[in-house]
């Protein structure tokens, strides 16, 4: 079945350092991905996704990647801040702008910033 | 920017009681998800409505029913609570006629089961 597996499972970085998160999922048709910032005891906060017409997709100190090939996309953080800690998550659906885009997520990733 | 609304933000229940989640969506998104997401785990989808009408089930029980109304919003009925049942309910609204798939959660209802 559909499956999205996410690394690493936590992530400890120094303010101003960069992080990455990666994730590979499994369903050849999945052509949206979108990446989702919690904190604690919040629902999930859409921060960017990405198409798969697409390699690449910047704002600010975010970016994604994505290689349609290798069915890896990747969040990248720049010069992470202590605000930048929480819990992230990346999905996959086979978002084509219908009403059956259920997001499959992967496990999540605690990224902690130390000051 | 109007979020997703839900309510109630915290409820206990006991075992087989029932319980009703409701979601109000971001204005003129006609398409509302629900989810569940456990404790330390990623939200699993539970069921989707398009237009009032439902258009993708997941791993939901049978136990639970849900349904989108004519204002758009939605309810979650949950029956014969089990303590498994124990979670955080999240709704999320997509313009689906007017976007690309894109999805706002709310801020999730917490659901105790004792």
């Known amino acids: 079945g559909e499956n999205v597996e996410q690394h690493p499972s936590t992530l400890s970085v120094q303010e101003g350092d960069s992080a990455v998160i990666k994730c590979t999922y499994s369903d050849s048709a999945s052509n949206y991905f979108p990446w989702y910032k919690q904190e604690l005891g919040k629902g999930p906060q859409l921060i960017i996704d990405i198409r798969s017409n697409v390699g690449e997709k910047k704002d600010q100190r975010i970016a994604v990647t994505l290689n349609k090939t290798a069915k890896h996309f990747s969040l990248h953080i720049t010069e992470t801040q202590p605000e930048d800690s929480a819990v992230y998550f990346c999905?996959?659906?086979?978002?084509?702008?219908?009403?059956?885009?259920?997001?499959?997520f992967g496990t999540g990733t605690l990224l902690a910033v130390q000051p | 920017a109007a979020g997703v609304i839900q309510s109630p933000r915290h409820l206990i229940k006991e075992k087989r009681e029932t319980a009703t989640l409701k979601c109000y969506p971001i204005?003129?998104?006609?398409?509302v998800y629900w989810y569940q997401q456990g404790p330390g785990q990623d939200p699993q989808f539970l069921i989707s409505f398009y237009e009032k009408m439902q258009s993708d089930k997941g791993s939901i029980p049978d136990r639970f029913s849900a349904q989108q109304f004519s204002d758009y919003h939605s309810e979650l009925n949950m029956s014969s609570l089990e303590l498994g049942d124990s979670a955080l309910y999240f709704c999320?609204?997509?313009?689906?006629?007017?976007?690309?798939?894109?999805?706002?959660f709310g801020p999730g209802t917490r659901l105790t089961v004792t």
């Open positions: 999905a996959a659906s086979k978002g084509d702008g219908g009403a059956t885009n259920k997001l499959i």
């Open positions: 204005p003129r998104h006609d398409t």
């Open positions: 999320a609204s997509s313009p689906t006629g007017t976007g690309e798939g894109e999805q706002y």
